[in-house]
């Protein structure tokens, strides 16, 4: 499975974007998918993640983006969005998508070790 994610820019404090995030390569509504992002000098963080299980989908959000971002997919198009609003400075960072070909709960959504494939990153930055 490839990954390709897009979307990133620079936009204004208050503003938005939306990521996209396109899997390649037999992937499908049966992964676990995640967003992660990377600032420089720090650790890679959970974002936003998206499960689907007999039918129905269920989304996680860390703390700092609850509220403002939501994770969505298109299984038509094996496509991940992370519609991103009321952006902050410190959003700023190297977004990545993830995925890993099974349900996950959702302690382990959270985690980079819990996924098997990479995107290579889109850049968001935000000026305030």
């Known amino acids: 499975v490839q990954l390709q994610a897009s979307g990133g820019g620079l936009v204004q404090a208050g503003g938005s974007l939306r990521l996209s995030c396109t899997a390649s390569?037999?992937?499908?509504?049966?992964?676990?998918m995640g967003w992660f992002r990377q600032a420089p000098g720090k650790e890679r963080d959970f974002v936003a993640a998206?499960?689907?299980?007999?039918?129905?989908?269920?989304?996680s959000y860390a703390g700092p983006v609850k509220g403002r971002f939501s994770v969505s997919r298109d299984n038509a198009k094996d496509t991940v969005y992370l519609q991103m609003n009321s952006l902050k400075p410190e959003d700023t960072a190297v977004y990545y998508c993830a995925a890993v070909p099974k349900y996950l709960i959702t302690s382990m959504l959270w985690s980079t070790q819990s996924y098997d494939y990479w995107g290579q990153g889109t850049l968001v930055t935000v000026s305030s």
């Open positions: 390569g037999r992937a499908s509504s049966g992964y676990s």
């Open positions: 998206i499960r689907s299980s007999g039918g129905s989908t269920s989304t």
